[in-house]
């Protein structure tokens, strides 16, 4: 009879503590996350109609990372939480609304909780329970925080998620080693919409998608026209990304990038 003796088969705390300091660390180098892509946006030089929202980037320390990933959320550490974040963001468009992520998450499912009203008070609480939401969906590969300058919608159109405007959306997919655009796909696709996910926006949606198809159809060229203009200048990226593009009336908004191999919607993606 063989016996084995589990218990020096689990690591030690310092072995545990170890690889939690090295998994903050893989989550600062993370390709995804907003601080990687988006200065190398910035920086370049074209001609495209892309806009890119003001964004500020907070990098997240070991100790409060390793809070937010933790379950030790009393309301004393919510404030200090709450009150360290209100001190770096400082007056980053002070008086209006926010838009709040991780750097690799936008929780468009409880959409009235990204967006931060005018007075913040509440900003720790919502950054903390968006951060808990993406670790239950598996999306906390990051170690920073984004506050963004909130996009008002220029267009009657009706909302589902709890507030999130149905504006067309793009997903464009590109390549930087070849500098050329790999195919396109409607964001809100009906095969991809399905009822099971929606809810009880279904119907909302349901009664939407020939409108939003319709948008799409009509500017998936100029769209395809402006990524491929835009990123033919960026500079310090390789591989293979998806590009989401937001139309807001006759804005249209660079608002995330991925990797396309952790990307959705390729199945249904249209080359060009």
């Known amino acids: 009879m063989v016996k084995i003796d589990f218990g020096r088969m689990l690591p030690s705390k310092e072995e545990l503590a170890k690889l939690h300091k090295q998994r903050y660390e893989d989550n600062r180098k993370t390709p995804e996350n907003m601080s990687f892509w988006l200065p190398k946006l910035v920086e370049a030089t074209n001609d495209s109609v892309l806009l890119l929202p003001d964004t500020h980037v907070i990098e997240l320390s070991f100790r409060w990372w390793d809070w937010l990933t933790s379950d030790n959320y009393t309301e004393e550490k919510v404030t200090e939480f709450h009150n360290g974040l209100i001190d770096l963001i400082g007056d980053f468009h002070e008086g209006e609304k926010l838009f709040l992520k991780t750097g690799v998450f936008s929780n468009k499912f409880e959409f009235s909780n990204a967006v931060c009203d005018?007075?913040?008070?509440?900003?720790?609480?919502?950054?903390?329970?968006?951060?808990?939401?993406?670790?239950?969906?598996?999306?906390?590969?990051?170690?920073?925080?984004?506050?963004?300058?909130?996009?008002?919608?220029?267009?009657?159109?009706?909302?589902?998620?709890?507030?999130?405007?149905?504006?067309?959306?793009?997903?464009?997919?590109?390549?930087?080693?070849?500098?050329?655009?790999?195919?396109?796909?409607?964001?809100?696709?009906?095969?991809?919409?399905?009822?099971?996910?929606?809810?009880?926006?279904?119907?909302?949606?349901?009664?939407?998608?020939?409108?939003?198809?319709e948008k799409y159809e009509e500017n998936k060229e100029f769209v395809v026209e402006?990524?491929?203009?835009?990123?033919?200048?960026?500079?310090?990226?390789?591989?293979?990304?998806?590009?989401?593009?937001?139309?807001?009336?006759?804005?249209?908004?660079?608002?995330?990038?991925?990797?396309?191999?952790?990307?959705?919607?390729?199945?249904?993606?249209?080359?060009v």
């Open 118 to 213: 005018e007075d913040r008070s509440n900003l720790g609480r919502q950054f903390l329970d968006i951060y808990y939401t993406s670790m239950i969906y598996g999306a906390d590969s990051t170690a920073e925080l984004v506050v963004r300058k909130y996009i008002e919608s220029k267009e009657d159109v009706p909302t589902i998620y709890d507030g999130m405007p149905l504006h067309t959306e793009f997903r464009v997919f590109y390549d930087f080693d070849k500098k050329e655009v790999i195919g396109i796909a409607n964001y809100w696709h009906p095969d991809e919409m399905k009822e099971k996910y929606l809810n009880e926006d279904f119907p909302i949606y349901d009664s939407f998608k020939d409108i939003l198809v």
């Open 226 to 271: 402006q990524v491929d203009t835009f990123m033919r200048e960026v500079d310090g990226l390789a591989g293979q990304w998806s590009v989401d593009v937001m139309m807001n009336c006759d804005d249209y908004w660079l608002i995330d990038m991925a990797r396309m191999g952790r990307s959705a919607l390729v199945s249904v993606m249209e080359e």
